[in-house]
């Protein structure tokens, strides 16, 4: 484990490696790299992520929307690495401005991601790495003692997944988390095979949740809902809320089937470098 410090050429060469691999990995699947807004008009509404304002716009926590706009057109695979923000989230592992990674596959299911985050992960790191599965209901009711397929509680499952679930899961290695219950669907759609849960895993390394991965979901008027629920979560709790994207509510239905995934860069950079600080791959973080 290095020691944290100032940001070093050693560092920057790590970093510049693993982006020239995910590129490399990408291009010669035929994926085509782009790029969309960093300034948008219209952030997803999601529970607890806070974009940072830009005048009458917001800085984006992620380029998910504008990417399935381009789904929608007609893109094919597309991935697109590059900064994202978030409000308020400052610490060893997290700066308000972040190298994320996306991409998507259209007419693929979430297995091709599983396959996707293994060969990443192992070019980065260079050694093959295989990964552990848990689903979301046995790791509750192993580490919890509760099932929140069977009784839902979004606080419980969120102190929880912090407090009990995420400690309890192989600190080392590769881990996906499987299986994620209905009403934490976000942006992923329902399981065809058992409504209770939804398309979507967390891939974890050594302990850090580096993705997030969804069988996206492509009905508008699904979404649309689904984004109503959480502003009037949010207005309850007096949390700010943001417009709805009407651009991409307007294409979604158009979307073809797709797998997609966002993946934190410099956490895997991190892994890579041997450190749990982002600061020391990071130039420029903002101070605790």
């Known amino acids: 484990m290095k020691e944290s410090g100032p940001i070093c050429r050693e560092a920057l060469a790590c970093r510049a490696k693993i982006l020239r691999s995910l590129r490399s990995y990408f291009d010669d699947c035929g994926f085509l790299e782009c790029e969309t807004p960093v300034r948008i008009p219209a952030p997803a509404n999601e529970a607890f992520l806070e974009p940072p304002p830009s005048g009458s716009r917001w800085l984006r926590t992620s380029p998910e929307l504008h990417m399935k706009r381009l789904l929608a057109a007609g893109s094919g695979k597309i991935y697109q690495i590059g900064p994202c923000f978030r409000a308020g989230e400052c610490g060893r592992r997290h700066n308000p401005e972040f190298t994320m990674m996306e991409w998507y596959r259209p007419e693929e299911t979430i ?159 991190m892994a890579a470098y041997g450190t749990t600080e982002i600061r020391d791959i990071r130039p420029f973080c903002e101070e605790r």
Not at 237 to 256: K, N, S, W
């Open 111 to 269: 297995a091709a991601l599983y396959e996707d985050v293994a060969t990443v992960v192992s070019l980065a790191l260079g050694h093959t790495m295989t990964p552990h599965v848990f689903t979301v209901e046995e790791a509750y009711c192993k580490w919890a003692g509760w099932n929140p397929l069977e009784m839902w509680d979004e606080d419980r499952f969120d102190e929880d997944m912090a407090l009990k679930i995420e400690p309890s899961l192989p600190q080392t290695g590769l881990v996906y988390l499987t299986h994620y219950p209905a009403p934490a669907a976000a942006l992923a759609q329902l399981s065809p095979d058992d409504p209770r849960v939804a398309e979507r895993f967390e891939a974890y390394l050594n302990g850090i949740e580096i993705a997030n991965g969804y069988g996206e979901l492509t009905d508008a008027t699904e979404q649309r809902q689904r984004f109503e629920a959480t502003i009037a979560m949010r207005q309850s709790r007096g949390l700010p809320t943001y417009p709805i994207d009407e651009a991409f509510l307007a294409v979604l239905d158009a979307m073809p089937p797709t797998a997609g995934i966002a993946l934190g860069v410099d956490r895997l950079v």
